[in-house]
């Protein structure tokens, strides 16, 4: 799959949540392997910050991003419509310090983006696939969030509130393509008992009934009630009666579960790639949402490349009599057994470490290792078979070595091992030359690792 940005730009504007100010947001198509970054034009030099967990500075309220002084805050619901809609680029620019809270839901982001279009771009899509499970838990307060391996991205939500009105609800999203109709429209909610503090804390000064739904459910002074009735603009309630207050009904029983599955959505574009994996989310919020998001941003940081799912029970793209056909390597120097996935611009391939290779006897006989070189060499080969596939009649042409650089050797590779090789090309193929970046895994660690040319030519 390729990667997505905006067709063309679109504009959003309205108050702020916490500041109250009105707050122009440009999104902007971005060029490949661009991510998601929020460009603040209200400051000297524009300055710029990705939307990744490790720039996440606080979650109180919603989840705040910052590189150095400058920040953004309420970046969740953007960044849920954009990430629901498969966008992998986009320049956000900004005028103040938060997004525009509109009516707090990712509604009308979702509908912008709907009307502008999308496009696909060159690149290939860098998917961060769960292959075991995953999980992060606040034992203080008792959320969770657990992630399994699957095919697609689904959201299961669990919420549980101490209170009469709003008691244990569920939410699930199992197609991302529903997202616009079946969670965009969720509003953000608020207790009453948690409007005074958060206006102590010089908060939610752009908060009312069109972006929020209010809920009264703890018991209080009429006098106390009143005055935070006054202070919302709404009419005065009796103090024994509970539930909603906004003009606005519920658009759904489930409104607030659907909106914190909204919540989750958003903090997981903070991983800075689209996941394959079911996520179970108990009782979540901003602070456990980017604890994950920060647990899956320390792996990619750790290991630039996954390894690739290898199902030795698939059928391979190429077996070894295709290989054979197509290079001229013969024993002892073949040393790729099939090619199990391939895409425009990458192949993986496979070699079986036996203990039958004849180079264990001298390298070494008291502890067989594959040398480095050999390795290396699969990879060339690996990705010789990938620059064959740019060309009519591949069977009438031959790759050759023309450089190597950047060679790093991690953890040996012995019998029993399965290398898996993962080669994809840096630059375009330009006069028969093509420049590579090649992996080889023993499950899930990079074993070795390097950059290499090699030239196209026709045999004579």
Do not use: W
């Not at 006989?365 to 064959?388: C, D, K, W």
């Amino acid at each position: 799959m390729k990667q997505i940005t905006l067709k063309a730009p679109f504009a959003v504007n309205g108050k702020g949540l916490h500041t109250g100010k009105i707050i122009n947001a440009e999104f902007n198509p971005a060029p490949d392997n661009f991510g998601y970054k929020f460009q603040r034009t209200d400051l000297e030099g524009e300055p710029i910050i990705e939307a990744l967990a490790e720039n996440v500075l606080s979650t109180t309220r919603g989840t705040v991003i910052a590189k150095g002084d400058v920040s953004v805050s309420t970046s969740e619901h953007a960044l849920a419509a954009l990430y629901a809609a498969g966008i992998d680029n986009c320049l956000i620019k900004i005028d103040g310090p938060e997004m525009p809270i509109l009516d707090g839901s990712a509604k009308e982001f979702c509908e912008k983006i709907a009307q502008t279009g999308l496009v696909e771009q060159k690149a290939e899509k860098d998917f961060y696939i769960v292959k075991q499970k995953i999980e992060v838990r606040d034992e203080e307060t008792g959320a969770s969030i657990v992630v399994l391996p699957d095919d697609d991205l689904s959201i299961d939500v669990m919420v549980n509130f101490d209170s009469p009105v709003l008691a244990n609800q569920y939410a699930c999203l199992e197609n991302v393509e529903n997202f616009p109709e079946e969670v965009a429209s969720s509003r953000t909610f608020v207790f009453v008992r948690e409007i005074e503090p958060l206006v102590k804390g010089n908060l939610i000064k752009g908060g009312d009934l069109d972006n929020a739904v209010v809920i009264y459910d703890s018991p209080m002074p009429q006098e106390e009630l009143d005055r935070l009735a006054d202070l919302m603009g709404v009419q005065r309630k009796n103090v024994s009666e509970f539930g909603f207050i906004q003009d606005k009904p519920l658009i759904v029983d489930n409104e607030p579960a659907r909106h914190k599955l909204m919540d989750v959505m958003g903090d997981l574009a903070l991983i800075g790639r689209p996941l394959k994996g079911k996520v179970i989310a108990t009782r979540p919020g901003h602070f456990i949402n980017t604890t994950f998001a920060k647990k899956i941003r320390k792996e990619i940081k750790r290991q630039d490349i996954q390894a690739p799912i290898y199902n030795p029970n698939a059928e391979p793209i190429m077996d070894n009599n295709r290989i054979r056909e197509l290079l001229p390597h013969r024993y002892p120097m073949l040393l790729v057994d099939k090619i199990i996935e391939k895409g425009e611009n990458y192949i993986v391939g496979v070699k079986n470490i036996t203990a039958n290779e004849p180079f264990f006897p001298g390298h070494f006989p008291q502890e067989p290792v594959l040398p480095g070189v050999l390795q290396i060499e699969a990879m060339a080969q690996t990705g010789g078979l990938l620059v064959l596939g740019t060309v009519d009649e591949p069977e009438r042409y031959s790759t050759y070595f023309m450089k190597i650089d950047n060679v790093k050797f991690r953890q040996k590779v012995v019998p029993g091992d399965t290398l898996i090789f993962h080669i994809s090309f840096m630059t375009e193929l330009r006069r028969g030359c093509a420049v590579m970046k090649g992996y080889a895994f023993v499950g899930e660690k990079i074993v070795s690792e390097c950059e290499f040319m090699a030239q196209i030519i026709k045999n004579k």
